[in-house]
């Protein structure tokens, strides 16, 4: 059996690692956050209800951008993601609801239960590594998912209702800051989209620093990291619980601004579709997956009303594994280094496709 | 409370059967294949409507039962051939995506053809009613499901056990360029070993399909399910996932006797408690994967 880790490191050459990271590369991110920011009025003078879609998609970049960190670049591939989002969002609501509504202790409470679940969670995990560390995350998500669910909390402590159960909590109100309100779609859209560009710029600087070289060392060679005299378990954890941190954020943004926190956040199909986003816009770049997150929020909102949405969004996940395998990161990086080269490149593919199926 | 304890044992030992089926094969896929299967679960799904289908078109069960498989079984080499057979040697992570891709497409165009509405299997009128086993009366239908998917299993693992098309199966699973070398197509070993796996889903997707609904979630449900009982049993090994099936199979059945709701959590939690165990679940390689 050929073990699964041992083939991610063999195409070292793929990998699309570091190449947005260099100075053109931010600045192409400046540009595009730049881009976004005036995308949020424009798209709201529109139609009102495009500005909502975009908080989402931004939601769930934000979200994939917290799971690549710890897949793309510690090589840990989380099927748990989503308990790290809907504590964070669960946090949200219950705070706003019965506390504060003030961002300033909301948000970095929902961060901070982020990162003592995926702490927790990591370090019960890391004993095993690859596809059974995966079956671990996703056993305790759905742990906590039936805890949520079956509202546990609430017959422990005698109380009549924590999380809401079933139903989850409804009626949560947004944010406030220094007085001012983020009941406003495009307040919230800018307070999004701060904290995303922020997140994305601190996970960046992360990925380069001597931390980020470490768990990068451990993705491509666990042991020989450990010979060196790391500690790869710790490593993992820390890695781990940055990553819960920002998942944690995702859902504190995500869940007052649609103010209901179901246990559908918590729900192993949110992590199962998280590592598609992730795959999909091209693991280890940072922002690839976070434009595949935000094109397949997109894909399914607009889609929703053609009948057969899901076949659709099926073949493009399919076409895309066959032709371009290193997601659409992949794609655009080959298309900025040759551009002339694209038609051909396609053609080559096809080839090689028709070649490999007669095969 | 004797009869209560009867039947619950006799529920956990047939689901944890028809569990196997899907499982058996979801783990042969990985072990020979290295492909984690997200579609497996939409495979069920389409076994148990072909065999809806077939059932009300045709008015016959059986027939339903030999020719649903099949039909999915069709699906599988279109799936292998078209999408997993150019990729082999490639990351194994994107094959999540592209199966995962494969189960909502199957998902989305059954819903398209059948609606989004439960179906039925009409059981045989041979198999109907009860039957008296001295403390309890038990269904003869779902007595026919222990009987026809405990043979199954045993049949498969004396295939992979005893044949020579199972020792290339092993061979191919232990290392693959030295089967190759000695003259044997994997390609087309591979291919098999996929339908194989896709046929007894589908076969499982019938026999459940008559006793309990058939409807298009039915397949994300079991595949969780599924990916457990490998996970517990150990990537691979096929014994491992019988035997973590019964395990399952008997745990929910009596955790439904004790506490309806927390069966989930019995569910997770024995995975956990195994693996935090033995990381490489029961009967999984010492080399972690």
């Known amino acids: 059996m050929m073990p699964v880790f041992e083939l991610l490191r063999d195409d070292d050459e793929a990998r699309t690692g570091n190449q947005i990271l260099s100075r053109p590369g931010r600045i192409l991110l400046a540009v595009g956050i730049l881009g976004l920011a005036a995308a949020g009025p424009i798209a709201g003078s529109i139609q009102p209800f495009w500005v909502n879609l975009l908080v989402r998609m931004l939601a769930f970049a934000l979200l994939a951008l917290s799971l690549d960190f710890v897949f793309g670049y510690a090589g840990l591939l989380s099927f748990g993601h989503a308990a790290m989002y809907g504590a964070g ?69 005698g109380a009549e209702t924590v999380t809401g159960g079933d139903n989850g909590l409804y009626g949560i109100g947004s944010y406030e800051l220094a007085g001012v309100g983020f009941g406003d779609p495009l307040a919230y859209y800018f307070l999004t989209l701060a904290l995303v560009a922020l997140s994305l710029a601190g996970l960046i600087r992360l990925a380069n620093s001597p931390f980020g070289r470490v768990i990068q060392g451990v993705r491509e060679n666990e042991d020989r990291i450990e010979f060196i005299g790391y500690n790869v378990q710790r490593y993992k954890v820390i890695a781990f619980a940055i990553s819960g941190g920002f998942a944690g954020l995702a859902g504190g943004l995500y869940v007052p601004f649609q103010s209901v926190a179901n246990p559908g956040l918590l729900h192993w199909t949110v992590s199962g ?55 659409i990161a992949g794609a655009l990086i080959s298309l900025r280094d040759d551009p002339s080269g694209a038609v051909d490149s396609v053609k080559e593919a096809l080839k090689n496709y028709v070649r490999e199926v007669r095969d | 409370m004797i009869e209560s304890i009867v039947r619950a044992t006799l529920l956990g030992v047939q689901s944890g059967m028809i569990l196997a089926l899907i499982a058996a094969g979801l783990t042969l896929i990985f072990g ?90 009409a059981q045989p009128a041979l198999l109907t009613g009860t039957l008296s086993l001295g403390v309890v009366d038990y269904p003869v239908y779902r007595l026919f499901v222990l009987a026809i998917s405990t043979a199954l299993i045993g049949g498969v693992w004396l295939a ?52 309990r609904s058939v409807n298009p979630g039915m397949g994300m449900g079991i595949i969780i399910e599924a990916f457990v009982i490998v996970v517990i049993g150990g990537l691979g090994s096929f014994r ?10 008997l745990v929910t059945s009596y955790g439904a006797l004790i506490a309806p709701t927390l069966t989930d959590l019995a569910l997770f939690g024995l995975m956990a408690i195994v693996l935090m165990v033995k990381p490489n679940g029961l009967f999984g390689a010492t080399e972690a994967a």
């Open chain 1, 89 to 157: 969002g669960y946090t949200a609501a219950l705070l706003v609801g019965q506390v504060t509504p003030n961002a300033l202790v909301v948000l970095p409470a929902s961060v901070l239960v982020g990162v003592v679940v995926a702490a927790l969670i990591g370090w019960l995990s890391v004993r095993a590594r690859g596809i059974y560390f995966a079956m671990l995350t996703l056993a305790f998500a759905q742990l906590l998912y039936v805890v949520v669910f079956t509202d546990l909390p609430a017959t422990i402590a």
């Open chain 2, 240 to 249: 491992g996932a019988v035997f973590a099936a019964l395990l399952i199979g």
């Open chain 2, 32 to 121: 020979m294949l290295d492909v984690i299967n997200f579609a497996h679960g939409a495979l069920y799904m389409l076994g148990a409507y072909f065999g809806s289908v077939i059932a009300a078109e045709l008015g016959s069960f059986w027939l339903a039962l030999l020719i649903a498989p099949l039909l999915v079984g069709v699906v599988g080499i279109a799936i292998e051939v078209f999408s997993l057979r150019p990729l082999y040697g490639r990351n194994p992570l994107y094959h999540i995506l592209l199966t995962f891709g494969f189960a909502i497409m199957i998902q989305g165009a059954v819903v398209q053809i059948w609606g989004g509405q439960a179906r039925q299997i």
């Open chain 1, 273 to 327: 579709e998280l590592v598609v986003m992730v795959l999909l816009g091209g693991m280890g770049t940072l922002w690839g997956p976070m434009v595949g997150a935000g094109l397949v929020v997109f894909l399914e909102d607009r889609l929703g009303g053609v009948a057969s949405w899901e076949v659709i969004l099926g073949t493009l996940f399919v076409l895309v594994v066959i032709f371009a395998p290193r997601g």
């Open chain 2, 160 to 211: 992979i056990d005893r044949s020579n098309l199972g020792i290339i199966m092993r061979a191919s699973a232990h290392d693959t360029e030295m089967v190759d070398a000695l003259g044997i197509d994997v390609s087309k070993v591979f291919t098999g070993v996929f339908v194989f796996g896709a046929v007894l889903a589908g076969l499982a997707g019938v026999l459940l399909g008559a006793s």
